[in-house]
């Protein structure tokens, strides 16, 4: 089986063939970042994976492939962001904007149980770098190290964030829970709703 690094070597030398491979490789990751996010995620996974075979450089090893996608998604969803007016002078454009604003049912991504829809709702509230590397980090498993690289900050800010990001995200089930019963379970079992959701 070819790497990654081989396929986009590949499709950036006009094979189309290795370019659909490399998409439904790595589609699931793509989709999972935008649609909490936007209102209609595929036209960003489309300007993600463009970005990707545009891009000049590459990633550094083949693990690291994927970090370097969500890298392009990152800068995709900003720019976005920032069409729309979004950004304030002096940070950064996602740390200000909430996907809560936009509108969209957190459902999108999931119609399960009500703690998830809770959890999920909880997530929106969150500014949405918080909830970038809330999802990153526990939805797809990226180690603090590489979410430092791919926000542009310091480790011990990125250790800080998430922890900020856990404790928000917990004040807000609490607010958002209509029950002690569906509050306990939910907070309780993040893990295992973090891979529900993956798996969904």
């Not at 999920?120 to 990226?142: C, H, I, N, T, Y």
Request: proline share 3%; hydrophobic share 40%.
């Amino acid at each position: 089986m070819k790497t990654d690094e081989e396929l986009l070597k590949a499709w950036r030398a006009g094979d189309s063939a290795a370019g659909a491979t490399l998409f439904e490789r790595h589609y699931a990751t793509v989709y999972r970042f935008f649609c909490n996010k936007v209102p209609e995620p595929r036209d960003f996974i489309q300007l993600t994976f463009v970005g990707c075979l545009e891009s000049v450089g590459g990633f550094r090893q083949d693990a690291a492939f994927r970090t370097f996608l969500v890298g392009i998604a990152i800068n995709v969803l900003r720019n976005h962001y920032r069409q729309q007016g979004r950004g304030a002078r002096g940070m950064d454009v996602l740390e200000r904007s909430f996907t809560s604003d936009l509108g969209h049912s957190p459902s999108a991504v999931i119609e399960a149980r009500d703690q998830d829809r809770l959890l999920l709702a909880g997530l929106r509230r969150l500014p949405v770098e918080s909830q970038v590397l809330v999802e990153l980090r526990f939805w797809e498993g990226l180690k603090v190290t590489e979410l430092a690289e791919l926000l542009d900050r310091p480790l011990g800010t990125i250790k800080t964030r998430i922890r900020r990001a856990m404790e928000l995200l917990r004040q807000h089930i609490t607010e958002l829970a209509t029950s002690p019963q569906g509050l306990s379970s939910t907070l309780t079992t993040l893990d295992q709703w973090a891979e529900q959701v993956r798996s969904a």
